[in-house]
């Protein structure tokens, strides 16, 4: 298999491009390049093949691939679905290296397309040429004017040169993200598309352009993934390498969002399996094309000084501002401390009306004259708990009287603190908001898109101290499917894993049941030993809090009867008798296989609300310790676990224990393990650990070879 970016710079930095189809009329699709690349100026040689032209818009036309005169680096290819194949074959025998395939009607239109396509990716695996394409925009290098593309974004004029390369699997997000880089004034370095991916794809987009010297900041438009271990390792290859890779995944899946035999499929969607293997591997998530350049862009503007933390200081001269901002600022995950003493003594000796907590509101006074602003900024920016301090501008700098405070006094305090973070909230004129730029400021437009971008500039950097992800585990002997098939069985495999379960018998009489129960000790509870019957409840296969040995005994009799008359098909295969437990908080603990990415595993607040709130955490498997801890300190109900309203705490690393293990076990057990499902997981409190209550395994409807 072609390393994982190998190649690409055949189609991102070629000396030498020829358009197969080229046509006369530049509104075509084989005459959209050749008119763009001789517009914007490509240094290298343009060869368009046409048979049937001697030129082609003023160059000379060659009749096939094999009349070019000299082997070029790219051939874009933009004839019709059916003869795109043979012309790769031809390109590939000529020597090229990389090919765009602007055509459609491939894979995207059924059988027929699909077996077109596959002639092209057989083509690329056998030759080692590297193919965009099919069904896609193609490529731009904005320095290198290279331009392989029919895209209408560069109808008026290309983006600047700058920091940001853009990956897209849509061509039409893609560009446009380009286009709105250019009305912004924002730098770009690449712009590809990768469409059907036949042979290169977005994982080899992230990897190669996390090698390239011209991109610091890498966009990404993704609809899906057709090979998780490659896209997993080029966002790590972008995180070894500095470069920040902010993510705009589109198309939330409904697969895996229908009710499945456990809580567990039924919560750890597709989307939620994105969200978690970003996370793991740095990448900011976003969900506009608005906010994939904000991100990037304040990303980019700031290099290495990315905030420490997500302690921000909120600074306005509204109080109706300050609190939009406090709203917003919150609700994006930001931290909101209040400044020290000192802190706000120092304000309100330059501001004695001012509101010196945080948000600050320094009231209009604060653009009066540039030493006012200057003070408080220092102050604010000198406090302990400030990370990052964001300053609303809204739209004074449309005002020149306001613009010589703001200009000259930002230009101080970024020379006076050159390593701290301070982010501009400013809706204002182009030239000021370059000329802010400039001085290493992040500006964005809008109360909330601030606090989001700034948010997503914390969480980039937490990820440049994220450990690499761990190896996937040897995998382990198939299980048994008979011995797991019931709640017994499953709780004695998940035992021998490492996760804690109760002391619990089967048995097969009243007595037998009774006996048990004496020898444990009373509270006890009965289920139904079925592996028909996933959902005890439902057919009152579950009593509680039996007291003693008459009790344990008629309550046998008496569940087994309504078994069987409400499911008289099962197969019942005895009775479980385990220890009545209380106290704790019940979660619920499960994995599934993503049919993506593999085995994940999740951990949540069970009881009756878990599927409504929808409060659970996620993650591939397998989880060390400290990250299923991370896991569970990421729920909103984290206070019920750490002792609100006088709870005691619960054991969270007894949890976290749990949640390991299992994962390692899910992670052993892909190949024949579709759904594991604890419910409830009862954590007790601190320092007395934690027991599975209920098990369930689904294992994989085909039978691992």
């Not at 970016?5 to 075509?28: M, N, V």
């Not at 894979?107 to 077109?116: K, P, T």
């Not at 996620?618 to 299923?628: G, I």
Request: aromatic letters at 4%; one cysteine or more.
């Amino acid at each position: 298999m072609t390393a994982i970016g190998a190649g690409l710079e055949a189609i991102l930095a070629p000396r030498s491009i020829a358009i197969i189809g080229a046509s006369q009329d530049p509104t075509k699709i084989g005459g959209r390049p050749v008119e763009l690349l001789r517009r914007f100026g490509f240094p290298g040689a343009i060869y368009p093949v046409n048979p049937r032209a001697a030129e082609v818009q003023g160059l000379p036309a060659y009749a096939s691939i094999a009349a070019v005169p000299e082997t070029p680096d790219l051939a874009i290819i933009a004839v019709a679905a059916e003869a795109a194949p043979e012309a790769l074959e031809a390109c590939a025998g000529r020597g090229v290296k990389g090919a765009v395939i602007f055509t459609s009607g491939f894979a995207e239109l059924g059988a027929a397309g699909e077996a077109l396509q596959a002639r092209l990716r057989d083509t690329a695996k056998r030759t080692g040429i590297r193919v965009l394409g099919p069904n896609c925009l193609g490529a731009v290098s904005i320095a290198e004017r290279s331009i392989a593309t029919f895209s209408i974004v560069l109808e008026g004029s290309l983006p600047p040169a700058g920091p940001l390369g853009i990956a897209s699997q849509s061509g039409n997000l893609g560009s446009y993200t380009a286009l709105l880089a250019r009305e912004r004034n924002i730098g770009i370095s690449r712009f590809l598309t990768t469409g059907n991916e036949c042979d290169v794809d977005i994982a080899d987009a992230i990897a190669w352009l996390a090698r390239d010297p011209a991109t610091k900041v890498i966009l990404c438009v993704l609809e899906t993934c057709r090979d998780a271990p490659r896209l997993v390792a080029a966002l790590e290859e972008a995180r070894q390498a500095g470069k920040p890779v902010v993510v705009l995944k589109i198309g939330a899946s409904e697969a895996g969002q229908a009710a499945a035999a456990s809580h567990t499929g039924a919560l750890a969607g597709s989307d939620a399996v994105f969200d978690a293997v970003f996370r793991r591997a740095g990448a900011a998530r976003v969900y506009s094309v608005e906010q994939l350049l904000d991100l990037g862009h304040a990303a980019a503007v700031l290099g290495d000084r990315l905030p420490k933390g997500r302690r921000t200081m909120l600074l306005t001269a509204s109080g109706g501002f300050g609190v939009l901002l406090a709203d917003a600022a919150s609700a994006a995950g930001l931290s909101l401390p209040t400044p020290s003493e000192e802190t706000q003594r120092r304000i309100l000796a330059v501001v004695p009306y001012a509101s010196p907590r945080n948000p600050v509101d320094a009231t209009a006074q604060m653009s009066s004259r540039p030493e006012i602003l200057e003070a408080i900024l220092a102050a604010l920016l000198e406090d302990d708990s400030c990370d990052a301090l964001l300053l609303l501008l809204s739209s004074s700098l449309y005002l020149p009287r306001l613009r010589s405070v703001y200009m000259p006094t930002l230009r101080a305090v970024r020379e006076k603190h050159p390593g701290k973070v301070v982010m501009l909230a400013v809706h204002g004129p182009a030239d000021a908001v370059a000329e802010l730029t400039a001085m290493g400021f992040p500006v964005v437009d809008g109360v909330g898109p601030s606090a989001q971008a700034l948010a997503g500039l914390c969480d980039l950097a937490a990820a440049r101290s994220l450990p690499p992800p761990p190896g996937t585990p040897p995998a382990a002997p198939p299980l048994d499917r008979d011995s797991i098939a019931s709640e017994a069985g499953a709780k004695a495999v998940l035992a021998a894993a490492g996760v804690p379960v109760l002391p619990e018998r089967v048995v097969g009489s009243a007595a037998e049941a009774a006996k048990a129960a004496s020898a444990m000790g009373f509270p006890v509870v009965l289920k139904i030993v079925s592996p028909d019957l996933p959902h005890k409840t439902e057919v009152g296969g579950v009593v509680l809090d039996l007291r003693d040995a008459e009790a344990v005994a008629a309550a046998h009799e008496a569940m087994l009867a309504r078994v069987r008359a409400a499911a008289p098909a099962a197969r019942i295969e005895g009775v479980l008798v385990s220890p009545m437990v209380r106290g704790g908080v019940e979660m619920i603990l499960g994995a599934k296989r993503d049919p993506v990415f593999g085995p994940v595993v999740l951990v949540g607040l069970g009881g009756i609300f878990t599927e409504v709130l929808q409060d659970v955490a996620v993650r591939p498997a397998p989880v060390d310790e400290a990250e299923a801890l991370a896991m569970l300190r990421s729920l909103k109900a984290v206070p019920v676990l750490d002792g609100a309203r006088g709870r005691p705490k619960a054991d969270l690393a007894a949890a976290a224990g749990a949640i390991a293990a299992l994962s390692r076990f899910a992670a052993e057990h892909a190949a024949d393990v579709a759904e594991i499902d604890i419910n409830p997981l009862l954590l007790r409190p601190e320092g007395q650990g934690a027991v599975a209550l209920d098990a369930l395994i689904v294992p994989t409807v085909e039978r691992p070879a």
